[in-house]
């Protein structure tokens, strides 16, 4: 093997002939240890010092990388590697199931805005090799929403124009670290197909995305926008029920079209169509997460979906019909903020010290949104009910209950398979009466009333 050779570029091996057992550092290596073998040892040992925690060893190896001689090519060596290697580690993150989107979210999470910036741009231009018709149409909107769009020139790699723009020594040691960050990320569940595997739906066929309709769209985020903009709790009542109303209306008469638009047999048969139940990852930022997996459950089956909770990595997996996921989504986002409001204007500069006092303590604030879901659940739950039996005094319940029921049978189906072993989540604890009341109040204005005021 010569001094700069790779006989075989994989995703990365676990460990590196030629390494010190346990070392993360290049003392004790000659200047003819092989440029593979060098590149090995850096990589594992930022991988292991990540694993751990330990910010001093992942500076450690940083510095090793960047005081090392560049001798026979050595800096263009590991550039080049780490290119190959940051394309391996994405595509093996596809092959356990992880999506642009939580991918970019994970390394946020775990190293920061910076790198997740990188990480967008990386996920663009690892894209970019496949067939745009044989990508995901939600892997496209996720690239799109993350907003990195290329800006290296054509025929030039992401790792080169860095280091263009930056130096080696600045740019090299941030690529080692992405690229270690990638490979520990543990295998999800896959949610779809992988890029270049993608087959688009003959038309005519359904395709499963059944989007909002835009108009319904435009109308339910203008009531949200304006219930999360309202410092009154009753105006905030009313928006957020509006839009409620409008979104289990719409999901109702959308699950009629869909159910009447396709051919169904109707002796015991489905009466969903050709659409198909989807899955969606939606994470969670500390703190409080099992109050907000609380809400996300409540929105969730107040709208035809369920979730399952991942406590290691704090997100939760909604399934249901696309139609749906864009109506949960949109409305957790919405009534996490209002929830968020709420306590902040309890603890205001208006308030007596004593009472701004109690409600920074964590098991106020914990209670208040634990009760804050649970009334939530109650009042969607209600709303959906209503407008259900109005919808089936119009097109007659016979006709309406089987499409219902044969939705929510497509989506337990469709839990079954991606989580075959699911269990109950843990009870929450509550410690604080005075929270639990406050959030049980917050949440009653953000959802009771029956007619919006637009």
């Known amino acids: 093997m010569t001094q700069r050779q790779r006989p075989h570029t994989s995703a990365r091996r676990s460990s590196s002939p030629g390494a010190p057992e346990g070392s993360g550092s290049l003392a004790g290596l000659d200047a003819e240890t092989p440029f593979d073998v060098v590149?090995?040892?850096?990589?594992?040992?930022?991988?292991?010092?990540?694993?751990?925690?330990?910010?001093?060893?992942?500076?450690?190896?940083?510095?090793?990388?960047?005081?090392?001689?560049?001798?026979?090519?050595?800096?263009?060596?590991?550039?080049?590697?780490?290119?190959?290697?940051l394309s391996a580690a994405l595509q093996l993150a596809w092959n356990h199931g992880w999506q642009p989107a939580d991918l970019i979210w994970c390394v946020r999470r775990r190293q920061g805005a910076k790198y997740a910036a990188l990480a967008?741009?990386?996920?663009?231009?690892?894209?970019?090799?496949?067939?745009?018709s044989t990508v995901d149409p939600r892997w496209h909107a996720q690239v799109a929403k993350a907003d990195a769009p290329p800006w290296w020139p054509p025929g030039t790699s992401l790792p080169q124009a860095y280091v263009q723009r930056q130096g080696w020594t600045t740019f090299v040691p941030r690529l080692l670290i992405l690229v270690a960050v990638i490979l520990e990320l543990p295998p999800l569940e896959r949610l779809g197909p992988l890029p270049g595997q993608y087959q688009p739906i003959p038309s005519g066929e359904g395709s499963g995305a059944s989007a909002v309709d835009p108009r319904v769209l435009r109308r339910i985020k203008g009531l949200l926008a304006k219930a999360e903009?309202?410092?009154?709790?009753?105006?905030?009542?009313?928006?957020?029920?509006?839009?409620?109303?409008?979104?289990?209306?719409?999901?109702?008469?959308?699950?009629?079209?869909?159910?009447?638009?396709?051919?169904?047999?109707?002796?015991?048969?489905?009466?969903?169509?050709?659409?198909?139940?989807?899955?969606?990852?939606i994470w969670l930022e500390p703190p409080y997460v099992a109050a907000q997996t609380l809400l996300l459950h409540g929105i969730a089956g107040a709208n035809g979906c369920r979730g399952v909770y991942n406590r290691q990595l704090s997100y939760c997996t909604v399934m249901g019909f696309g139609h749906d996921l864009d109506v949960v989504e949109m409305l957790f986002d919405s009534l996490l903020e209002q929830a968020t409001s709420a306590l902040a204007r309890l603890g205001d500069s208006e308030q007596p010290a004593e009472v701004r006092q109690r409600t920074r303590s964590l098991h106020f604030r914990r209670s208040f949104l634990t009760a804050y879901a649970v009334r939530i659940k109650q009042?969607?739950?209600?709303?959906?009910?209503?407008?259900?039996?109005?919808?089936?005094?119009?097109?007659?319940?016979?006709?309406?209950?089987?499409?219902?029921?044969?939705?929510?049978?497509?989506?337990?189906?469709?839990?079954?398979?991606?989580?075959?072993?699911?269990?109950?989540?843990?009870?929450?604890?509550?410690?604080?009466?005075?929270?639990?009341?406050?959030?049980?109040?917050?949440?009653?204005?953000a959802d009771t009333s029956a007619h919006p005021r637009t």
């Open 229 to 281: 903009a309202c410092t009154s709790t009753a105006e905030a009542e009313a928006f957020s029920a509006g839009a409620h109303e409008r979104m289990a209306r719409h999901r109702i008469d959308h699950a009629m079209l869909q159910a009447t638009s396709a051919s169904h047999t109707r002796a015991g048969q489905s009466w969903v169509g050709a659409e198909k139940p989807q899955a969606r990852r």
């Open 379 to 445: 009042r969607l739950s209600q709303i959906t009910d209503e407008q259900t039996e109005a919808a089936g005094k119009q097109v007659g319940q016979e006709r309406l209950l089987p499409v219902l029921a044969s939705r929510q049978q497509a989506v337990d189906h469709h839990v079954d398979l991606l989580f075959p072993h699911t269990r109950p989540g843990a009870s929450l604890t509550i410690h604080d009466r005075w929270g639990w009341d406050r959030g049980q109040h917050a949440a009653q204005h």
């Open 120 to 132: 967008a741009e990386a996920v663009t231009d690892h894209l970019h090799a496949f067939a745009a």
């Open 39 to 85: 590149s090995d040892i850096l990589l594992d040992a930022t991988r292991r010092a990540l694993r751990d925690g330990d910010r001093g060893r992942v500076k450690a190896t940083i510095l090793d990388v960047q005081e090392r001689p560049d001798r026979g090519g050595w800096r263009a060596f590991l550039l080049e590697d780490l290119t190959m290697h």
